[in-house]
């Protein structure tokens, strides 16, 4: 009975001497897991250590090709011990303002951040470049996007992509204390950049070359916007919103009264005639375009309501590619009808017309709108309305590439995409195609095409004609119903074409607010960008 006891003490002394020895081992593995962590290393390093922060940084939007769009450029910063000698170094480089600045700051004795123009050497002071992740001109801006105070993203890509783009990594610059804890002189800080910001980010679509061609010819265009679009894959290659506005003045960009902050790629418009040729292939599908016949007078009569043509003495006798190229507005009512709401409704669904586009998250077009077929079937007015592109239609110019590059692109479109992927920590993750619609035949798309030519060669928009190279397109000034400051009605003008012609490779939108007409504000635009891109070889 002795030796039964003892052995059970025994036992349970063994096992709350193990219990004992787990508990101190598990004390210990989670004394050195704080040791180790980053924020036990930054609260040691602040503790005998004075460190300057210099920003967070944010991964990169890339290009097509791989190149930056955002973190193409850099800055030199210094940190600043100071002292006499490299206040001295310092008046070198800056200006007057500065300097006062700087002085104020060395006041505090305490090291300080700066930027510089140039790297200057002196003990005292380190120079570092810091990647810009938005310059003060960023191209494509509105598609990129600006950041907030804190680093995150609050509009396009860099809203839809924040948390892939805001890193962990920032760079500091550390310097040592005294138990006093007061900087020691004599010792120059440590430099600590912890992130790549080229070896995480989103690659895009956009070809940043296309881009400043863009950039470059819509300055004549106030208000609007403009896209380039690769007509076999529906990838955007360029795109830009007027008027512009800078990322690191984002207060100035609200006060305007032309709202630059506004994405008009994604808003809604009155698109008028750019919608002609749906109608024509809608006619063109269901056999009426082969039979019909107009005259054009001027105007027309349509459930006891007139209605004109732009040209008021008329265009005499018309048929689909001569309306097309004079954009006739009495064929296209006659048409309409003749065509019926169904067809006509059927076709421009499936282009797309009355649904939103979405290009990534938080970036979607919105306001699209339709004619219901319901009122279509009930109205011969709103019927003929809708041939030309006026009525209860709202469009955005992204919806227009569908239209346009499934003319160029022998009957089928991909919907305009913008992401070709995402990378991180120098890993590539592709995006997907969608599936291609097909919304007409080829030869429907041949035949169309070649009526576009006339549009350029003899028709409304003549002066889209490039000189080195070949095109099609068509023209529109849209009517609102709304007014302007002055009393004067506001119309929209439009040009959607593609080039060259033979094989068509880029698809063009382009929209100018408030403006006289597609022919004379946004036709030359189209020539501008079709000639700079063939000079450039694309």
Same mark, same amino acid.
């Given at each position: 009975?002795?030796?039964?006891?003892?052995?059970?003490?025994?036992?349970?002394?063994?096992?709350?001497?193990?219990?004992?020895?787990?508990?101190?081992?598990?004390?210990?593995?989670?004394?050195?897991?704080?040791?180790?962590?980053?924020?036990?290393?930054?609260?040691?390093?602040?503790?005998?250590?004075?460190?300057?922060?210099?920003?967070?940084?944010?991964?990169?939007?890339?290009?097509?090709?791989?190149?930056?769009?955002?973190?193409?450029?850099?800055?030199?910063?210094?940190?600043?011990?100071?002292?006499?000698?490299?206040?001295?170094?310092?008046?070198?480089?800056?200006?007057?303002?500065?300097?006062?600045?700087?002085?104020?700051?060395?006041?505090?004795?305490?090291?300080?951040?700066?930027?510089?123009?140039?790297?200057?050497?002196?003990?005292?002071?380190?120079?570092?470049?810091?990647?810009?992740?938005?310059?003060?001109?960023?191209?494509?801006?509105?598609?990129?996007?600006?950041?907030?105070?804190?680093?995150?993203?609050?509009?396009?890509?860099?809203?839809?992509?924040?948390?892939?783009?805001?890193?962990?990594?920032?760079?500091?610059?550390?310097?040592?204390?005294?138990?006093?804890?007061?900087?020691?002189?004599?010792?120059?800080?440590?430099?600590?950049?912890?992130?790549?910001?080229?070896?995480?980010?989103?690659?895009?679509?956009?070809?940043?070359?296309?881009?400043?061609?863009?950039?470059?010819?819509?300055?004549?265009?106030?208000?609007?916007?403009?896209?380039?679009c690769e007509a076999k894959t529906g990838e955007?290659?360029?795109?830009?919103?007027?008027?512009?506005?800078?990322?690191?003045?984002?207060?100035?960009?609200?006060?305007?009264?032309?709202?630059?902050?506004?994405?008009?790629?994604?808003?809604?418009?009155?698109?008028?005639?750019?919608?002609?040729?749906?109608?024509?292939?809608?006619?063109?599908?269901?056999?009426?375009?082969?039979?019909?016949?107009?005259?054009?007078?001027?105007?027309?009569?349509?459930?006891?309501?007139?209605?004109?043509?732009?040209?008021?003495?008329?265009?005499?006798?018309?048929?689909?590619?001569?309306?097309?190229?004079?954009?006739?507005?009495?064929?296209?009512?006659?048409?309409?009808?003749?065509?019926?709401?169904?067809?006509?409704?059927?076709?421009?669904?499936?282009?797309?017309?009355?649904?939103?586009?979405?290009?990534?998250?938080?970036?979607?077009t919105y306001n699209e709108s339709i004619t219901?077929?319901?009122?279509?079937?009930?109205?011969?007015?709103?019927?003929?309305?809708?041939?030309?592109?006026?009525?209860?239609?709202?469009?955005?110019?992204?919806?227009?590439?569908?239209?346009?590059?499934?003319?160029?692109?022998?009957?089928?479109?991909?919907?305009?995409?913008?992401?070709?992927?995402?990378?991180? $920590? #120098?890993?590539?993750?592709?995006? @997907? *195609?969608?599936?291609? +619609?097909? !919304?007409?035949?080829?030869?429907? =798309? &041949?035949?169309?095409?070649?009526?576009?030519?006339?549009?350029?060669? $003899? #028709?409304?928009?003549?002066?889209? @004609? *490039?000189?080195?190279? +070949?095109? !099609?397109?068509?023209?529109?000034? =849209? &009517?609102?119903?709304?007014?302007?400051?002055?009393?004067?009605?506001?119309?929209?003008?439009?040009?959607?074409?593609?080039?060259?012609?033979?094989?068509?490779?880029?698809?063009?939108?382009?929209?100018?607010?408030?403006?006289?007409?597609?022919?004379?504000?946004?036709?030359?635009?189209?020539?501008?960008?079709?000639?700079?891109?063939?000079?450039?070889?694309?």
């Open positions: 009975m002795k030796k039964t006891v003892r052995f059970s003490f025994e036992r349970r002394t063994a096992f709350c001497f193990f219990i004992i020895v787990l508990l101190l081992f598990v004390c210990f593995l989670r004394i050195f897991t704080i040791i180790l962590s980053p924020k036990y290393k930054v609260a040691a390093s602040e503790g005998h250590h004075y460190i300057i922060d210099a920003g967070n940084l944010r991964g990169t939007i890339f290009d097509r090709n791989m190149h930056p769009i955002t973190n193409a450029g850099e800055k030199t910063m210094a940190a600043v011990l100071p002292t006499p000698r490299t206040l001295a170094v310092l008046r070198g480089v800056l200006n007057d303002e500065e300097i006062l600045n700087v002085a104020e700051k060395i006041k505090e004795d305490k090291p300080f951040l700066i930027t510089l123009p140039e790297e200057v050497t002196c003990d005292g002071i380190i120079c570092f470049k810091v990647p810009e992740n938005l310059a003060a001109e960023q191209n494509a801006v509105h598609l990129v996007g600006y950041c907030d105070a804190s680093g995150h993203g609050v509009t396009g890509l860099q809203s839809s992509f924040d948390d892939l783009l805001n890193l962990d990594g920032k760079i500091t610059v550390s310097y040592a204390k005294d138990g006093h804890s007061n900087v020691l002189r004599g010792i120059e800080g440590v430099l600590e950049n912890t992130s790549n910001v080229l070896n995480t980010g989103v690659i895009s679509t956009l070809d940043i070359n296309i881009q400043r061609i863009l950039e470059s010819a819509t300055k004549t265009i106030k208000k609007g916007c403009a896209i380039v955007i290659l360029a795109a830009v919103s007027l008027p512009s506005f800078s990322p690191h003045n984002i207060e100035a960009a609200t006060e305007s009264p032309d709202s630059p902050l506004l994405n008009r790629i994604f808003c809604s418009y009155n698109i008028g005639s750019v919608f002609k040729p749906c109608a024509g292939i809608s006619a063109m599908t269901n056999g009426v375009a082969a039979v019909f016949s107009h005259t054009c007078l001027g105007n027309v009569t349509i459930d006891g309501h007139t209605f004109n043509c732009h040209k008021l003495s008329g265009h005499g006798k018309v048929s689909l590619d001569s309306a097309l190229a004079l954009s006739c507005n009495t064929f296209f009512y006659r048409l309409g009808i003749l065509t019926g709401a169904e067809s006509l409704y059927k076709t421009a669904t499936v282009f797309g017309f009355g649904s939103s586009i979405t290009l990534c998250n938080k970036m979607s219901p077929l319901k009122t279509l079937k009930a109205s011969n007015s709103a019927l003929a309305n809708l041939a030309i592109g006026q009525g209860e239609l709202l469009a955005s110019p992204l919806t227009l590439l569908n239209l346009y590059n499934a003319i160029a692109n022998e009957g089928k479109y991909y919907t305009p995409t913008l992401i070709k992927g995402t990378m991180k $920590n #120098g890993k590539i993750s592709e995006e @997907k *195609p969608a599936a291609p +619609t097909k !919304a007409m035949s080829k030869e429907c =798309a &041949e035949k169309i095409k070649n009526y576009l030519n006339g549009v350029i060669e $003899n #028709g409304t928009g003549t002066k889209a @004609k *490039p000189e080195n190279t +070949t095109a !099609a397109g068509k023209t529109a000034t =849209a &009517e609102t119903g709304w007014k302007n400051k002055k009393g004067e009605l506001i119309s929209q003008a439009w040009f959607c074409g593609f080039f060259p012609l033979e094989s068509p490779k880029y698809t063009v939108v382009i929209l100018a607010e408030d403006s006289v007409s597609g022919g004379e504000d946004c036709a030359p635009v189209f020539k501008t960008i079709a000639e700079k891109m063939t000079e450039a070889g694309y």
